[in-house]
T-cell receptor, first 119, second 117 residues
Framework: GAVVSQHPSWVICKSGTSVKIECRSLDFQATTMFWYRQFPKQSLMLMATSNEGSKATYEQGVEKDKFLINHASLTLSTLTVTSAHPEDSSFYIC???????????????FGDGTRLSIL | DQQVKQNSPSLSVQEGRISILNCDYTNSMFDYFLWYKKYPAEGPTFLISISSIKDKNEDGRFTVFLNKSAKHLSLHIVPSQPGDSAVYFCAASARRLARGSQGNLIFGKGTKLSVKP
């Protein structure tokens, strides 16, 4: 159980393109999903917390107009990297937490990530 | 300032022996700790967790120990198997952090475990 699917797994595109990444919880409902970014040999860094039906909460230093998050249903959150540039190239991973909003001490389950390469 | 630290970037262990992965944290508000395993090109897979009200949690070959006074936790894998070779991340969360975030995970940089046959 607790499977999270992330799509696409790999994107290569030209500078200036906008890229959408989908994160789906396949066998559970997730009121909260998280978006992380990982640079080589670094830890996962939280970018934003996505709450179903409300605005995402962005971490300090993350541009909300650059990284648009939509959590339209209890099983789907999307991250759109708008007008992507080479410095946005990274590994983006989403996660979803089982349980309702106040059940924070539950594990997050991760998708397999999206490798984004901007030329 | 790193709140969760994994000071060993790598660890090599012989098959059948015990693997001990260590993690230190600085934020006393953390009350929930997790270990994840990650293979290349895949997302982290949840292994085991522990609440701050406990000092030990066991699940099969995996045991997590928590020493709150030392702000230290460890993951023991015994016996180690070649398939355990992966990067292991320690993560911590709190019901409420400084910015009001609930349950956000703070990750260490990971320890690469190699189990040799």
């Amino acid at each position: 159980g607790a499977v999270v699917s992330q799509h696409p797994s790999w994107v290569i595109c030209k500078s200036g393109t906008s890229v959408k990444i989908e994160c789906r919880s396949l066998d559970f409902q997730a009121t909260t999903m998280f978006w992380y970014r990982q640079f080589p040999k670094q830890s996962l860094m939280l970018m934003a917390t996505s709450n179903e039906g409300s605005k995402a909460t962005y971490e300090q230093g993350v541009e909300k107009d650059k990284f648009l998050i939509n959590h339209a249903s209890l099983t789907l959150s999307t991250l759109t990297v708008t007008s992507a540039h080479p410095e946005d190239s990274s590994f983006y991973i989403c996660s979803a937490r089982v349980g309702q909003g106040d059940q924070v001490n539950q594990p997050q389950h991760f998708g397999d990530g999206t490798r984004l390469s901007i030329l | 300032d790193q709140q969760v630290k994994q000071n060993s970037p790598s660890l090599s262990v012989q098959e059948g022996r015990i693997s001990i992965l260590n993690c230190d944290y600085t934020n006393s508000m953390f009350d929930y700790f997790l270990w994840y395993k990650k293979y290349p090109a895949e997302g982290p897979t949840f292994l085991i967790s522990i609440s701050s009200i406990k000092d030990k949690n066991e699940d099969g070959r995996f045991t997590v120990f928590l020493n709150k006074s030392a702000k230290h936790l460890s993951l023991h894998i015994v016996p180690s198997q070649p398939g355990d070779s992966a990067v292991y991340f320690c993560a911590a969360s709190a019901r409420r952090l400084a910015r009001g975030s609930q349950g956000n995970l703070i990750f260490g940089k990971g320890t690469k475990l190699s189990v040799k046959p």
